[in-house]
T-cell receptor, first 114, second 114 residues
Framework: QQQVKQSPQSLIVQKGGISIINCAYE??????FPWYQQFPGKGPALLIA?????SEKKEGRFTISFNKSAKQFSLHIMDSQPGDSATYFC?????????????FGKGTKLSVKP | DSGVTQTPKHLITATGQRVTLRCSPR?????VYWYQQSLDQGLQFLIQ???????AKGNILERFSAQQFPDLHSELNLSSLELGDSALYFC?????????????FGSGTQLSVL
């Protein structure tokens, strides 16, 4: 119930294309769903996040789509650029009490070809 | 630059040894989290401190311990090291206590146990 399952493991997209990464969760108590971006040699950096009271959130070329009934959420990267090549992690957590920590998916390595 | 400082960047040691990893959170952040990243397990939450007190515990081994000092920096102590402890250890900080929002990660310490 604590797992967050992420797919695909790796993704190759042409420059200008749309990158889509999917995540699924089981625990309905989760109420915070962030996406992190990690470049080699760096720590994960918060990209965009959503709460389950909205179905979509957009920030620039990055969009989270959230489906509460299916317990799934996804990251869409529009007009993908070579600079977007990185590993992306979805995560989930629930606030309050002693559970303020993130449970991460296994990551998706994105390569954007010029 | 996230503002979270981790030292050392790399650490090579032998089995059975003890090491200490250090983390300085962003200015003003009271929460410090420790995560372990390995190829097979992904990013795993170890432990959280808030303003000097332990607040949440994850998959942290009994051989591992942590503390947060009055100046808010934190140290993760790993003892009786095994080959399987080789991993990237991240510290993250946040101004919040009970939510994972606005979590900022350091660049990590790469631990190699030979």
């Amino acid at each position: 119930q604590q797992q967050v399952k992420q797919s695909p493991q790796s993704l190759i997209v042409q420059k200008g294309g749309i990158s889509i990464i999917n995540c699924a969760y089981e625990n309905t108590a989760f109420d915070y769903f962030p996406w992190y971006q990690q470049f080699p040699g760096k720590g994960p950096a918060l990209l965009i996040a959503i709460r389950p009271d909205v179905s979509e959130k957009k920030e620039g070329r990055f969009t989270i789509s959230f489906n509460k009934s299916a317990k799934q959420f996804s990251l869409h990267i529009m007009d993908s650029q070579p600079g977007d090549s990185a590993t992306y992690f979805c995560a989930a957590s629930f606030d309050g009490g002693s559970q303020g920590n993130l449970i991460f998916g296994k990551g998706t390595k994105l390569s954007v070809k010029p | 630059d996230s503002g979270v400082t981790q030292t050392p960047k790399h650490l090579i040691t032998a089995t059975g040894q003890r090491v200490t990893l250090r983390c300085s959170p962003r200015s003003g952040d009271l929460s410090v989290y420790w995560y372990q990243q390995s190829l097979d397990q992904g990013l795993q939450f170890l432990i959280q401190y808030y303003n000097g007190e332990e607040r949440a515990k994850g998959n942290i081994l009994e051989r591992f311990s942590a503390q947060q000092f009055p100046d808010l920096h934190s140290e993760l102590n790993l003892s009786s090291l095994e080959l399987g402890d080789s991993a990237l250890y991240f510290c993250a900080s946040s101004v919040f206590a009970a939510t994972s929002e606005k979590l900022f990660f350091g660049s990590g310490t790469q631990l190699s146990v030979l």
